[in-house]
């Protein structure tokens, strides 16, 4: 189809969920005939309260349980599991620019593991994770975890033995100094491959990324005063007013994809925006990169939990944190950061990191607010049906999850828009 007969989707946002639902959709055969533009407040490099991304940790470790009521989201967080370990392998995704990203032979996987990591922020990382009490996920044959099965070199940990494993396959691998202490409270861990993330050069590489596949980025702060019919106007008129689109163009939108987090809350209908909340996060940026991730749950600390997450190549590791919802307060909590440095130094979870005199180096503390729903996160169409002509389709609420399901999530939007 000819470019001046293509209709639009207009994305808004450029977190990680716009990002992408640009990348999936401009991929996508079923959605090539439209065209993709993104509007955002901010893009990547940016930093705002309401723009979620670039604080996250991140890693991958599912938060969807056994129940039924999860089944799609268990199905979108292993399909990212299944897409970024494929991307790292250089078996599938497109990366820009990098020597060694776009080919390979079958002997050379590490050198093509390394580029990739180099080129998008995303790296294989072993993670343990230790649980203070019992819950639906210490089922200690592992069934409570339904990703025990889908992640590559899930294992038991047993916590009593000298070694740790369970299976021990070359016990004289085993590194007190890398492995990490076990918290003395725990009574339940797992160990397997997980994805760690450098979440702002994931960001940058997704952001050049939908550029060069041809996507627009208009960067405005749309007004959300006055409802989602509001929203989808001034959508036409931002559009409209870009120096790459005449009039006519606002009439070729076809649909609008809200990706905004939590900015959804101030122009939704009251009945969906109460369900929308900020769950509080704190973190300390340290030197030096982790050998593994480590996270501590359950421990009686209340919205509080340890973690210690590795930034891949960045020579840098996050360090957490909490979980505080309908906590607005952007300010540092000191004595909460001191809290967390003072739990991963007790269980040795990072002590690779600790300097000479006993302490980490840190380089930044932060704040940031997960984008919480009631009910989980919003992927649909909206029933209220079109807006001047223009489809809403709505991916937000995605709280502690929106890197690990983004991928999933994202080809859940292409099957809407194709069938739009
Ligand atoms: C401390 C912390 C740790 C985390 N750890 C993990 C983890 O380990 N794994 C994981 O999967 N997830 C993690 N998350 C969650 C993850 O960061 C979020 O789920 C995700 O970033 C949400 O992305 P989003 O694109 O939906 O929203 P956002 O990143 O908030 O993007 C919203 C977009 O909308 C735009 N926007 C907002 N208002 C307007 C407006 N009026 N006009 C125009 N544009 C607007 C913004 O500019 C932005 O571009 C963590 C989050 C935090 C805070």
Redesign the pocket.
Known sequence: MASEEKKHIII???????LQTALSLLTSPSTSHYSISI?????PGDL?A????P?????W?SHATTAPEDKETREWDLRTYQYWTSLLQGKEGKVCGIPGCESRGEDDLGEMVFARMKATGLGFKESRNYWGKESLETIPDGSGLWWSSAVSSFQILNLLSESQLTCKPNPSSYSPHVSGGIPTTALFGVKYQSICINVPQYLTYLFSLVHSLGASVLQ???D?SSGLQGVVEDVKRVFVTSPENSEDEGEKIAAVVN?????AAKFLPEVEAEKSHPIR?Q?ILVKGEAAMARTFTDFGGGDELVYV?PRPGSKSTVL??CKQAENYSSEIDEELSARILARIKEHHLADELLGDDGEFKILSTQV????GRKGGSRVEIDTGGKIRGVSVIHS?G????????SVGSAEKIVRLVAEL
């Open positions: 808004l946002g450029a977190g990680v969920t716009g509007i955002a407040a901010q893009v705002a309401e723009y979620t991304s604080w996250a940790g991140g890693h470790r405005a702060h749309l959300t990706c905004m987090g939590l900015t996060g973190t997450i957490g944190g940031g607010f997960r984008p937000y995605h709280a502690g999850a929106g890197y690990q399901n």
